[in-house]
């Protein structure tokens, strides 16, 4: 991309906007790569983000109206179990993940 961008300002007859077109043509395909990424990282991050949210609705729908202290503790740890949980779980998702995006990026058919 890059040798392809500078050859795009060697040519000293080119315009401003002749310029930055070759440009944007040489980074086509990186700039899509970085969109391909950047959504499989947003996927992950939301599925961790609901499994977590999925923890916080159980801890409200097992609290009483109104907890003790005790149910706040013992609450509290329960959420945290449960968070822990789905770190776990989807750390095991990443090698699986990589090897998905690697052939993806490999195959350019992102």
Do not use: W
């Amino acid at each position: 991309m890059y040798q392809c961008s500078a050859k795009c300002c060697e040519n000293s007859k080119a315009t401003l906007e002749d310029v930055q077109n070759c440009i944007d043509v040489c980074s086509k395909d990186v700039n899509k790569a970085q969109a391909y990424l950047q959504n499989e990282i947003e996927n992950f991050q939301n599925r961790l983000q609901r499994c977590a949210m999925s923890c916080q609705d159980k801890l409200r729908d097992q609290m009483p109206a109104k907890p003790t202290d005790q149910d706040v503790q013992k609450g509290r740890s329960g959420l945290e179990k449960c968070v822990i949980e789905c770190a776990d779980s989807h750390v095991q998702h990443i090698p699986n993940l990589t090897k998905k995006m690697l052939e993806v990026l490999q195959s350019k058919t992102y």
